[in-house]
């Protein structure tokens, strides 16, 4: 928790007993940042956002997010909730925020919600983007924002594995295999890749999503596209429940989470 100094007990008091529930829709590009969640000795999202708040505040301020995403994951919709002080004018606030926040972290909407909100127990839905670049240079204004690929990929073939994630399944053939989630059941409603000349989107979305869980089916269908394995092996994979069996991790940098649903 950030220190404060220079205020007095009986005027923390009194901020404290003003403070208001607030939903906070933000992006950031997660190149130089060690993910979302804060951690001892490195620069995070949620570390330099607290900051900030602290700084308007006057008082510790700490911020959850709906998603921890990973170090050089971007966010085109992280949502998250804290208390503040209630302010007359949120624009002012979202204004403020982003005055002293770094250039790739902007406020997109501040708003007030009910004391019962939670950014991470109350969504019903996220979906998330995997870019793609596939062709033999990488245009440098895409360097950090997209996974590169420079050998041909059977775009079909990894659509008919998209197809085959949609549905409730477990999924811990697809988490990470230091996940610590008990019930790795996941309920995902779309599932499919879009192409526009070299660039691929996977888009998913489901009822929530474990670690490494998107970039390890990205990582399996890249496969597919490379012609190293069928796209039933996607079906095998959810049957066995079994980490070995997938894909590597796609690397983090072509990675969004796009939007939250509540």
Known sequence: MAKVKGISKKAKAA??????KYMIVLQYLGTKYHGWQIQSGQITVQGVLRDALTTLAGI??????????????????QVAHLWFPEKETIPDLRKALNAILPRDIRVLRLERVPGHFHAQKSARKKRYEYRIFNGPVLPPFLYGRVCHIVHP???SEMQRGTELLVGTHDFSGFAAATTSAQNRVREISHSEFTKRGRHLVYRVEGSGFLHHMVRNIVGTLLEVGLEKRPYTDVTSILESADRRNAGVTAVPEGLYLVRIWY
């Open 153 to 155: 990929l059977n775009f």
């Open 60 to 77: 510790p301020v700490q911020i959850s997010g709906a998603s921890r995403t990973d170090s050089g994951v971007h966010a085109l919709g």
């Open 15 to 20: 901020h404290l007993e003003k403070l208001k």
